[in-house]
């Protein structure tokens, strides 16, 4: 069992940066793929960003690449999200997610974080 808290979101101008980060607790954080995953409202949960367990692998959704940067720091069993160049249609829910398998698929991921709010405003 692993539980997933995110802590970080916020209010920020369009073109300003937040760091997101997703605390887990449980054994063998190291064993999971952490991904990031969005949902703005009347929209469907989308993929943002994975890493491997090492954390020498890494994957975006076109639509964030070259401005959001995830990592983790396995001692500390926490993956982090820096957005840089902000957007508004950056502004959602934003979800830490653990898996087996380095998916872009919500379905393929077996734990959740409860959220975080990030809202870009122009």
């Known amino acids: 069992q692993v539980q997933l808290v995110e802590y970080g979101g916020g209010l920020v101008q369009a073109g300003g940066s937040l760091r997101l980060s997703c605390a887990a607790s449980?054994?063998?954080?190291?064993?999971?793929?952490m991904g990031w995953f969005r949902q703005s409202p009347g929209k469907e949960r989308e993929f943002v960003a994975v890493?491997?367990?090492?954390?020498?692998?890494?994957n975006y959704a076109d639509s964030v690449k070259g401005r959001f940067t995830i990592s983790r720091d396995n001692a500390k069993n926490t993956v982090f999200l820096q957005m840089n160049s902000l957007k508004p249609e950056d502004t959602a829910v934003y979800y830490c997610?653990?898996?087996?398998?380095?998916?872009?698929?919500?379905?393929?991921?077996?734990?959740w974080g409860q959220g975080t709010q990030v809202t870009v405003s122009s």
């Open positions: 449980g054994r063998s954080f190291s064993s999971y793929v």
């Open positions: 890493i491997s367990g090492s954390g020498g692998r890494t």
């Open positions: 997610a653990a898996g087996r398998w380095p998916s872009t698929v919500v379905a393929q991921y077996d734990y």
